[in-house]
């Protein structure tokens, strides 16, 4: 990887929630209503989302070039939880709100449920902070040991696969005790806070795998099982989202559960965004892929998904369906940030054309990888 290209491939999630956040800045300045309000306040904070990714991309593409210090191992890293922290402690104040206004309600708990995501990602920086490690574990054969001295401490491998799954459950059970009923707001308001929980919750599910797979390879402990289970439950997690909005859509008779379907189908293609990196892992580990390099394309073409459903959306300029319209921009946003890291990562890895490094652990120049 040439440095114009690692400042591009840099580049594309600022830029990405650039362009998020613009958006929700004008929806917010320029439109009126409840559902302004919702849209701009959401699409604000799924930037967040994007600057976590750049946390990602930065802390690989810095190893990839041999750049990377130890300033960077930490500063990455905490950058991508501040960010988190910053839209959690967002989500929370609005519903904290008293009186609370009907809109915070929905925009409270879907900017919460964003920083759950922005938490996974950011585990993602953290485990990434070794990257290079997996091109020296997989030019290794099967069943060799892990390295000496090991690249993470034994509460580090605990704790990183732990935080994305805290945050998976608590926004699953946050989804649930507003399906049920609970959690206050009108009717109309907990049935779109809570099946766009789901989706985000289905999103940070998908992040496990991510987070476990980079983790076990790191640590030399990927097994034959995990090349089909991670990318399972991913392709699973956008696959369940994509349906129950559909089912949403065939029965829906209220306004609001349009809003919530168009949007949960946004949140299953940021899944299958996210099945193109765990895939491209399991693809590429002690084996030659020739199709590796062609995984890119699956952010690519959900990004465009999500932007063709917003501008239909956006056409059929009904009430109903003007704020997934608009948040569907932000989530294809996200989607083509995802492109970028799992353009980086399969340039990182070798792209399947059997480029691993040599046994000493140096890079081998055609990856363009470089030693920390």
Same mark, same amino acid.
């Given at each position: ?17 650039? +362009?998020s956040?613009?958006? @929700?800045? #004008? ?9 302004a ?6 699409l +604000? ?10 946390? %990602?991309?930065?802390?690989?593409? $810095?190893?990839?070039?041999? $750049? ?7 500063? #990455? ?7 988190? @922290?910053?839209?959690?402690? #967002? ?8 009186? $609370? ?17 922005c ?6 920086? %953290? ?21 000496s ?44 806070? @809570? ?17 476990? @797979? ?47 379907a #168009? ?58 369906v ?22 980086i ?15 000493d652990?140096r ?10």
């Amino acid at each position: 990887m040439n440095d114009k290209i690692s400042v591009l491939f840099r580049a594309i999630p600022v830029l990405m929630g650039a +362009v998020s956040s613009a958006l @929700g800045g #004008y929806v917010l300045a320029h439109a009126s209503g409840p559902s302004a309000r919702v849209a701009g306040l959401v699409l +604000v904070f799924l930037a967040a989302v994007c600057l976590c990714l750049f946390a %990602t991309a930065a802390t690989i593409i $810095r190893q990839l070039i041999g $750049r990377f210090t130890a300033l960077d191992k930490v500063l #990455y890293p905490v950058f991508g939880f501040a960010v988190s @922290g910053v839209t959690i402690g #967002y989500g929370l104040s609005l519903l904290a709100e008293t009186p $609370r206004p009907a809109p915070d309600f929905v925009a409270g708990h879907v900017v919460f449920g964003v920083g759950m995501i922005c938490v996974c990602v950011s585990c993602v920086a %953290t485990v990434s902070t070794r990257f290079v490690k997996i091109t020296e574990n997989s030019a290794r054969p099967e069943g060799s040991p892990p390295l000496s001295p090991a690249p993470f401490g034994a509460f580090t491998v605990r704790a990183l696969p732990a935080l994305p799954v805290l945050a998976a459950v608590i926004t699953w059970v946050w989804a649930v005790v507003l399906l049920a009923g609970g959690g206050g707001g009108d009717r109309d308001g907990r049935f779109t806070a @809570g099946h766009v929980m789901v989706g985000l919750a289905l999103v940070c599910t998908c992040l496990i795998g991510l987070v476990a @797979g980079i983790l076990r390879q790191i640590q030399n402990t990927y097994s034959a099982r995990e090349r089909v289970l991670w990318p399972g439950v991913a392709a699973a997690c956008g696959a369940v989202a994509v349906v129950w909005a559909v089912i949403v859509l065939a029965v829906h008779t209220r306004s609001a559960q349009l809003a919530a379907a #168009y949007v949960l189908i946004g949140l299953g293609l940021i899944c299958w965004s996210i099945l193109s990196k765990v895939l491209l892992l399991a693809l590429v580990w002690r084996r030659d892929a020739p199709l590796a390099n062609r995984v890119p394309l699956i952010p690519v073409g959900t990004a465009l998904l999500c932007l063709f459903l917003s501008s239909f959306l956006f056409e059929s300029a009904g009430p109903a369906v003007i704020v997934p319209a608009r948040v569907l921009v932000g989530l294809g946003c996200i989607c083509f940030s995802l492109f970028s890291i799992v353009s980086i990562l399969e340039s990182g890895t070798g792209g399947g054309d059997g480029t691993q490094a040599d046994d000493d652990g140096r890079a081998d120049p055609v990856s363009g990888t470089g030693p920390v």
